[in-house]
């Protein structure tokens, strides 16, 4: 990747000491990659905790573990380092990736460096964005050694961040309070030629289970007294999906059905999973609403009309919209002034899918995708024909990004 920064001397000092300490960098994400940190697995999730720690504790942080409000997963990470300056800057990663060690030894998936490539669990989704976190903070002390200081630096690490943890979204809007600079995520940013995409916002999601209970009768002999459970959540999944509207960036998606038993039975019961995601809050919150009215709905009886089913729906979980807002684009524009003097281009970038970005954005200024670029994120299957691959990161990726990370974050802080 040739990025053209030769208008800054600070670019040019900071390239040069990037490019001079990325052996250093990669090494640091080989030992990151090769800790398993699956969710689940909270000894090894703790353990990259440890070793992220140490690796931050060179930049003078100081540590605090924070339990999970699940008991069965990994201690949250927080480090934190005093500033001159009292103003706070949040960075956020999280340590856990999706893949068990099992599926690890199955599919034979660890550190491999491919030319420019290197596969592991969790090199692009997140471990490549911790260190490209470490490289932009190296960046600003080694070119700006003073503004470093001065700035009260918030590094937090979500130890589960792909299952449900709402807990943690909670913890970062404690710890950077409302007066914070912003807060930098680390998710993955693509990067083709010279654009460099970042997230300004993000869809919210609520996730559904639908229950319906019918009656069940004998389908040859009693067919009249029965109620398909199946057909009344037929009518239900197609009123659900009706609502998807992508000029309002709207879509839900029933993922998963089941009912019924045995062919010669009227089914008496059925369930959906569903979900529903949204850029808008208000678009959000109608859509949730108008999912909602669905709980008590019937449009199914028995043919002798004793008996109609019922559907009930419920709200397994829900993450907040990020919409598009002042704050990040605020942000964005500093990504996009750095981007200039380096010759690249800062690409605004809304995505459908979540990150803890969702928790706080109406809290803190935020952006995210300041990660490297990458492909395949949760993916550890590869395929003799190529049709499968594994997740990588792009290594020539993570100087011109932190490049342009600490470029924007040195005018961050020259602009108080
Ligand atoms: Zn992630």
Redesign the pocket.
């Given at each position: 990747m040739n990025v053209h920064y030769f208008k800054s001397e600070t670019a040019l000092k900071i390239r040069a000491y990037l490019d001079m300490h990325l052996p250093r960098y990669t090494e640091l994400l080989r030992a990151m990659v090769e800790i398993n940190s699956f969710t689940r697995n909270q000894t090894c999730v703790n353990r990259l905790g440890d070793y992220t720690n140490k690796v931050f504790s060179e930049l003078g942080f100081i540590p605090e573990r924070v339990a999970s409000v699940i008991p069965a997963y990994g201690k949250h990470l927080v480090l934190t380092r005093r500033g001159a300056g009292g103003r706070t800057i949040g960075c956020v990663s999280?340590l856990d990736t999706v893949y068990s060690p099992e599926e690890e030894e199955m599919n034979d998936f660890m550190w491999r460096v491919q030319g420019d490539r290197a596969y592991g669990p969790g090199t692009e989704?997140?471990k490549g964005?911790t260190i490209v976190m470490l490289m932009t903070l190296e960046a600003v002390r080694h070119a700006a050694p003073g503004l470093f200081e001065e700035v009260a630096w918030t590094l937090l690490f979500d130890a589960s961040?792909?299952m449900e943890s709402d807990d943690f979204g909670v913890l970062c809007r404690e710890r950077l309070g409302r007066s914070a600079l912003g807060c930098l995520v680390f998710?993955a940013g693509i990067i083709r030629d010279l654009n460099f995409s970042l997230v300004t916002s993000r869809k919210g999601r609520a996730e559904f289970r639908i229950t319906v209970s019918g009656k069940g009768a004998h389908s040859g002999a009693a067919h009249r007294k029965g109620a398909s459970a199946i057909v009344q959540v037929a009518d239900v999944i197609k009123k659900m999906e009706a609502l998807t509207d992508y000029s309002r960036g709207l879509t839900v998606n029933v993922g998963r059905v089941a009912g019924g038993s045995l062919v010669n039975r009227v089914p008496h019961s059925a369930e959906a999973f569903a979900e529903m995601r949204a850029f808008s809050p208000e678009v959000f919150e109608a859509a949730l609403d108008e999912i909602l009215k669905l709980n008590g709905y019937s449009s199914v009886s028995s043919a002798d009309g004793r008996f109609s089913c019922k559907t009930a729906v419920e709200i397994v979980r829900r993450v907040p919209a990020w919409p598009d807002n002042p704050g990040s684009n605020r942000l964005l524009g500093l990504w996009q002034s750095a981007g200039e003097l380096l010759g690249v281009r800062a690409i605004q970038e809304k995505r459908g899918g979540l990150?803890d970005g969702n928790f706080f954005w109406d809290s803190v200024p935020t952006i995210d995708g300041l990660g490297p670029s990458g492909g395949n994120?949760h993916s550890s299957e590869r395929s003799p024909d190529g049709s499968k691959e594994q997740e990588y990161t792009v290594i020539s990726s993570f100087a011109p990004k932190a490049l342009l990370n600490a470029m924007a974050v040195i005018h961050m802080i020259e602009s108080w």
């Open positions: 999280h989704d997140i964005g961040e792909e998710e990150s994120p």
